[in-house]
């Protein structure tokens, strides 16, 4: 993700980095919390038409395959139990 950043935009890897930690410990700082689930926060800042509408779909028509190969390449830790 970084690194797509850096090479589509104009900030630096290290705003790209910085940006994307801060996302991801707000997100999990909200789901933590319970403030929202993920369908309660997607459905909260996804305005129709909107970017973060757009790059949801463009995340769930590659990520869905990406996770398929994530588990089927880590068999052993996916038979673990939690």
């Known amino acids: 993700m970084i690194e797509a950043a850096v090479e589509e935009t104009d900030i630096s890897k290290e705003e790209a980095t910085t940006l994307s930690e801060d996302m991801l410990v707000g997100l999990g700082r909200l789901i933590e919390k319970r403030v929202y689930t993920l369908p309660t926060l997607q459905d909260k800042v996804c305005v129709k038409g909107g970017v973060t509408g ?24 996916n038979s673990m139990k939690i």
């Open 54 to 77: 757009e790059g949801i779909k463009a995340l769930e028509a590659g990520v869905q395959d990406m996770f398929h190969r994530l588990f089927q390449k880590t068999p052993m830790k």
